[in-house]
């Protein structure tokens, strides 16, 4: 398999001090910025490749279209854990607590499958226990991952989240967010050769 590097170095604890700093001065606090190398994003998938993933097994509240697969929770093994590690560890660190109610511990660790020409996951916002900050990692496929301010979608802002990059979004408690109704309306179109996708996030509920 690829190499498993995921290392800690200066340039990317300054792009992530920087990124937070940005977000946390955006109206709609989402981000995507240039992070991970090409041999990180290949050993993601390659494990990826050895986990099972099964349709959602809840219903969104709202209706709204979850045309996905999962793995939830994901294993924590080789690449995969690393990835988790790492941002445990940078973010642990003293230099980002401004932007957090509390230190981050990504405890919710998620994977999504979406087949060619999938109708994605329409509009939504994060669940509300979801709190300051939520990562979302594109490994493969061509997708769109939009923003809107309506819950209709109409009006779509896209965000680069390309194989490589890092998509940063805040969740409740995030430094300037406000109340947690300030949440991020998101969701993701266009699947037209499938889409491979990660997510972390901070969960209140759990340890």
Do not use: W
């Amino acid at each position: 398999m690829a190499s498993i590097m995921f290392d800690v170095f200066e340039l990317r604890t300054i792009k992530l001090r920087d990124a937070l700093l940005s977000l946390s001065q955006l109206d709609q606090k989402i981000l995507s910025i240039p992070y991970f190398t090409y041999d990180e994003i290949t050993a993601l998938n390659d494990y990826t490749n050895l986990i099972s993933f099964r349709f959602p097994q809840y219903k969104s509240r709202s209706k709204v279209v979850q045309d996905f697969k999962i793995c939830f929770p994901a294993p924590k093994i080789g690449a995969l854990k690393n990835l988790v590690d790492h941002f445990n560890h940078i973010f642990s660190c003293t230099e980002y607590t401004q932007f957090f109610s509390a230190p981050i511990f990504f405890n919710d660790f998620a994977v999504q499958r979406y087949d060619i020409q999938s109708n994605g996951i329409g509009v939504h916002k994060d669940a509300i226990r979801y709190r300051d900050l939520i990562i979302i990692i594109c490994l493969a496929g061509e997708s769109d991952l939009y923003i809107s301010s309506e819950r209709d979608g109409a009006q779509k802002t896209f965000i680069n989240d390309h194989p490589g990059r890092l998509v940063l979004m805040a969740g409740p408690e995030f430094k300037n967010l406000g109340t947690p109704d300030k949440r991020v309306l998101h969701g993701v179109t266009n699947i037209t050769s499938g889409r491979l996708s990660i997510g972390l996030r901070c969960d209140i509920h759990k340890d």
